[in-house]
């Protein structure tokens, strides 16, 4: 089964953020700055994520790996906005 992910731009926060689909572009989970931590978090918790990653891709979540991705890519993307954070 496909999980995929896309970076997805939220008008509201002015921050970009990556969302985990499945291959129905169903929204399983994502990952986007939380303002109160400073810093990237999941939308789900770490057993949550294991568990939707089990299912869809067949494999643990590695949650350092996609931590580490939003932090790089997601930074450089909210950064090319005229008016990002």
């Not at 926060?13 to 990556?18: A, Q």
């Not at 990237?40 to 979540?61: H, Q, T």
Request: glycine content about 8%.
């Amino acid at each position: 089964m496909a999980f995929l992910y896309d970076v997805i731009h939220d008008k509201y926060t002015r921050r970009h953020r990556l969302e985990f689909i499945n291959q129905q572009f169903e929204y399983l989970m994502g990952i986007g700055f939380d303002d109160g931590l400073g810093r990237y978090k999941l939308s789900v918790d770490e057993a949550e994520a294991d568990k939707i990653s089990n299912v869809w891709a067949g494999r643990k979540f590695d949650k350092e790996y996609w931590l580490k991705l939003a932090a790089t890519e997601l930074d450089k993307a909210d950064k090319k906005l005229p008016n990002g954070p």
